[in-house]
């Protein structure tokens, strides 16, 4: 294993609009059995030649109880023999599953994995979502258009504004309406804090699951100061409704910008201090290097984008490729891996954030003065001082508070960079108040996909790790 | 309203019978300490030291300080109480940072975030799991009563478990939570001991396994 | 996304794959989206990918309640190397939802295939898990369906909780 850590980034692989963005010039040759980096060690070998008996696939724990109780129904129903596909290298290789979760302290919230173990080797991962479905999409179906921004953002709940502003963009898309120059500014500064909030999150916790748990006091120390960023312009840490149709809720208040520049200033030194520990940690090399490997063009199937795809080398990113909400007027570059390994996409996403405070710098920067919120007395709420003189403004205030705002009829699908991929929000329109149907392509749901393939052949540790730099969000795949 | 306050200078003194109670007490205390208290006296004694109530309390107090909560979090709350662990936050003030992943060794369990459907056999279980005495606290709204929320997919932690302390808020503060948490160290302290069952009047809801027919005990 | 000329040329390629294949084309707001018979959908998707239309985004149900055809699967395409996106739209009726799936040439459909059964009750034909995936196993009804209700606990306050004691069992 060398020494040399592949360069994240620092290639301005951002095409220009109209360029080729596509993986042609990356020919990325996938290794011909992706997961078998290292040979898994024979298990005939390891118990002394003797074999272990005919092919067993234990599915079920034996059960205690003379019948079926309500607990298992769920368990039995899904079919091993038939589905289980054959996976054993030997004829004589034991097969034990087990179930991993939902309850587990590192799937990283309640996902389920039915785990096919030939020793301490994965041979098939299955995983079973739905634990935390909540029914957000048909919620919002119930909701005028604005009130259901709330309930959209805590679908993948660390990427609440990025929720939001697909939502927010969809519904503009459909309205025509136009956002102010100053508010997509605003917009873009609390993505890119939500982003590096989300990586930290993403941080903190893949190292607790590799055992550097004091890496998770670390982030979430940064994560406090973003918090109270949050809280300092809106008003709450968590889900803050801070994104409207037509901008953003209220003009950041006065005091916000010198937070955020001190911020600004200190964050790039704490993830110094991260790469410090990290970056050439011989236990993190040992734990992330060539592990979890699936090539661009594997991944490319799946549907998987963000850094996953970006670590194995594809520069695509939607910040560059279809920008909206201004994000074009910002110089950034998109950190790009080389191998798809796990340790790439940790590079990735630690490049991701010096990126971002970059991206913060240029737009508090040059944020221009102007209104925060669309004119368009039909779309937003005219301001409170205006209610005591004009009618009209009386007028549009009731109409928006009690029906909501009509939208005509149409559909739209706006699609954004979230911290995960890109997070899709479909919303049909049936020309009333309330959307007729709202669905939120979430990453995490399309990356979880993958995560079969990254993990088969892997050691049950290596899965974990894996498991942690997918960096799935329970929230958004269960919706 | 009269307010009656007990005189500095009547608690100074003590009556005759109190001195001589005193230091038959201290007598005593010093025959045990020299192994020359036995038998009845020595009973008598013991049942008289101020100690086994001390103990009581010493019991609960570090009962409640030390609470192991099993790590459930299952949305959005889950990150408020990650960093409820933090740094700013310090869970471990207070005695509560030993978070185990198993039920079986735990004692709090707090539910952070929405109870889906399919999910609810399943805390239950994991609820099931822990030894008594056993504690819940129902963190956020949605886990609370149906929170933002109220729709077919999920469940209040009300419905189909006995609920100590209900933290509102969506994601509730840190701050909230670690109110919360202190308000059910009082409660431990006042009396951890008694069985949940007791406490809820919830006899009638074990569980059986069901009988040979499959129909439910 | 490809204006109205790109995206008749496009709906034109789709259509000679399959006769009648194309029922609809639509660009409104920025979107350009192709409706397609059912059982054409597999080669309309196969067509795009040779236009570049390279990764499939999502699949994803919407239910035209009260108009005929009410069951929709819609399909976002993407091609990274013209930065372009399409949509396919297929609908089909609730008495007769079956739609061929992709998932042999695009594996990425397996998860949103399940979960357009799931909450609309969409069957894909050829699709070789189809499993309920957010709901649980044995559940009965399609949630996402306009004319499923919401569902929900009713709003208990103190005093209703009074006139209605013992409301949890």
Known sequence: MSDETPKPGGDPAAPAAGEAAGPSHREQDAPATAGERQAAPDIADLLGGEPGGPLTAVADPPADQSGPSAYRVQEQSIDFSAQLRQVATRDDA???????????????????????????????????????????????????????????????????????????????????????????????????????????????????????????????????????????????????????????????????????????????????????????????????????????????????????????????DLRKAMPSSSYEDFDFQIPVGT?????????????????????????????????????????????????????????????????GMR???????????GPRGELGCFVRSDGSSKPARVHVRDPSFVNLQAFGDMARGEYIADMIATLACLDPLLGGIDR | ?????????????????????????????????????????????VRDSVITTTLDKATKWAQGNSIFPLTFGLACCSIEMMSLVGARMDISRFGGEAMRGTPR?????????????????????????????????????????????????????????????????????????????????KMIQDDPTMGWRDRYKAHGTEELPPAEDGARA | MPDGDALERLAHLVGAEQDGAVVATVVARGRAEIEVRPDAIGSALERLRHEGYTMLMSVHGVDYHPEERRLGVVYELLSMQLQDRVTVKVRVSAEDPHVPSVVADWPTADFHEREVFDMFGVVFDGHPDLRRILMPEDYIGHPQRRDFPIGGEPVIFTETERRNPGWWK
């Open chain 1, 94 to 316: 034991e097969l034990l599953t087990i179930n991993m979760g939902p309850h587990h302290p590192a799937t990283h919230g309640v996902l389920r994995l039915l785990t096919t173990l030939e020793g301490e080797v994965v041979r098939d991962v299955k995983p079973i979502v739905g634990y935390l479905h909540t029914g957000i999409e048909k919620t919002a179906e119930d909701k005028a258009y604005w009130k259901a921004i709330p309930v959209i953002e805590r679908m993948d709940y660390l990427a609440y504004y990025f929720n939001a502003m697909a939502y927010v963009g969809a519904v503009e898309d459909l309205l025509e309406v136009e956002v102010p120059k100053r508010a997509q500014y605003l917009r873009v500064i609390h993505l890119e804090l939500n982003r590096i909030m989300s990586h930290l999150v993403w941080l903190g916790t893949t190292m607790l699951d590799l055992g550097a748990i004091s890496i998770f006091w670390y982030a979430f120390r940064e994560r406090e100061t973003i918090l109270d960023l949050f809280e300092y312009s809106s008003g709450q840490r968590m889900h803050t409704r801070y994104f409207q149709i037509g901008g953003v809720a209220e003009d950041i208040p006065a005091g916000w910008e010198q937070s955020l520049r001190r911020f600004l200033v200190e964050m790039p030194k704490r993830i110094d201090q991260y790469d410090a520990m990290l970056k050439r940690n011989e236990i993190v090399l040992r734990r992330l290097r060539h592990v979890g490997v699936l090539s661009a063009e594997q991944l490319q199937a799946w549907g998987v984008t963000g850094p996953l795809l970006r670590a194995a080398g594809v520069p695509w």
């Open chain 1, 339 to 403: 191998e798809g390994d796990n340790y790439d996409r940790y590079l990735v996403r630690v490049a991701e954030m010096r990126q971002s405070l970059r991206i913060i710098e240029q737009a508090i920067d040059g944020l221009p003065e102007g209104p925060w919120i669309t004119e368009d007395r039909k779309v937003a709420l005219p301001p409170r001082h205006e209610l005591a003189t004009s009618m009209e403004a009386l007028i549009h205030h009731f109409k928006l508070v009690t029906e």
């Open chain 2, 1 to 45: 309203m009269e307010v009656i306050r007990s005189g500095g200078a009547q608690a100074a003194t003590l009556s005759e019978a109190d001195k001589v109670a005193f230091r038959a007490r201290q007598s005593r205390a010093r025959d045990l300490l020299r192994g020359e208290l036995e038998g009845e006296e020595l009973e008598q004694h």
């Open chain 1, 407 to 417: 939208v005509p009829a149409g559909e739209a699908y706006h699609a954004i960079e």
């Open chain 2, 105 to 185: 060794q735990s004692d709090l369990i707090i539910l952070a975030g929405r109870v889906s459907m399919k999910m609810a056999p399943v805390v239950r279980r994991v609820y099931d799991q822990m030894l008594e005495p056993k504690y819940a606290i129902a963190m956020g709204a949605c886990s609370s009563s149906m929170g933002v929320f109220n729709n077919y997919a999920i469940v209040p932690a009300d419905k189909f478990m006995p609920v100590d302390v209900h933290i509102p808020g969506c994601p509730p503060r840190p701050e909230a939570v670690m109110y919360g948490i202190l308000k059910l160290r």
